[in-house]
């Protein structure tokens, strides 16, 4: 798959509003989101903070790659873990869109003009609270990275085909709160892709892969 087939996908497949499970082509009649593989966690009366998230999909030859973060250990929320770059939308952000370049380019330093959004995925909730809006966006090398140390130990990239590999998805459980809860893994190396991301990953490999 080159960058304009990706591009394809998306616009024809990644349209705001359509919810399809991630192992079935079914309609939710909820949003996607932590309470995917835990359905007691879904509340449709839980105030949700709207946020933004950018999916770069850097445009490698011979193959494209995801870029993605590991946040810092000292954080309150998700310390430690690997995400995508992006946060709350702001009041003085026009939209998600606006919010999820303007996160990025804070966090790691890629200026938006480098970031060609293509498409949306499905809007994600989490079980903290967030309503997350994910917004995928071709990146070209070069381009520069410069992390905020603050917030950002590491900035990496994995081949994309990773993420398009069934075999690559897992299920893990924990003991949580009295139950065990599940959610996706993703191995790449020493690194550990779960929770939203991997559920957000989920669904990106689900519109590049199912048929059009």
């Known amino acids: 798959m080159n960058a304009e087939e990706l591009a394809r996908r998306l616009a ?4 705001p509003g359509r919810r399809r499970s ?3 082509r079914a309609e939710l ?3 996607r989101g932590d309470h995917d593989l835990n359905p007691d966690f879904f509340d ?5 903070t709207p946020a933004a998230v950018l999916v770069p999909i850097v445009t490698r030859v011979p193959e494209m790659t995801v870029l993605l973060t590991r946040r810092t250990d000292h954080l309150y929320d998700h310390a430690g873990q690997v995400s995508f770059p992006g946060g709350r939308v702001d009041p003085g952000d026009q939209d998600a ?11 790691i330093g890629l200026p938006r003009r480098h970031v060609r959004l293509v498409g949306q995925l499905d ?5 903290t609270g967030f309503e997350v809006t994910p917004l995928v966006g071709l990146v070209a090398p070069p381009f520069p990275i410069v992390p905020d140390s603050f917030e ?7 081949p994309l085909g990773l993420f398009l590999d069934p075999a690559q998805r897992q299920t893990h459980s924990r003991h949580f ?5 599940y959610f996706y893994v993703f191995r790449h190396g020493d690194y550990q892709i779960w929770g939203a991301t991997a559920g957000m990953l989920v669904n990106l490999a689900q519109v590049l892969t199912e048929p059009c």
């Open 29 to 31: 009649d909820r949003p």
């Open 177 to 181: 709160e009295g139950k065990d809860r």
């Open 12 to 15: 024809a497949g990644g349209r």
């Open 123 to 127: 809007t994600y909730v989490t079980r």
């Open 44 to 48: 449709p009366e839980q105030s949700l």
């Open 97 to 107: 869109e606006a919010a999820a370049l303007r996160e990025t380019e804070e966090e």
């Open 152 to 158: 950002v130990a590491e900035v990496f990239e994995v």
């Open 22 to 24: 991630p192992d079935s």
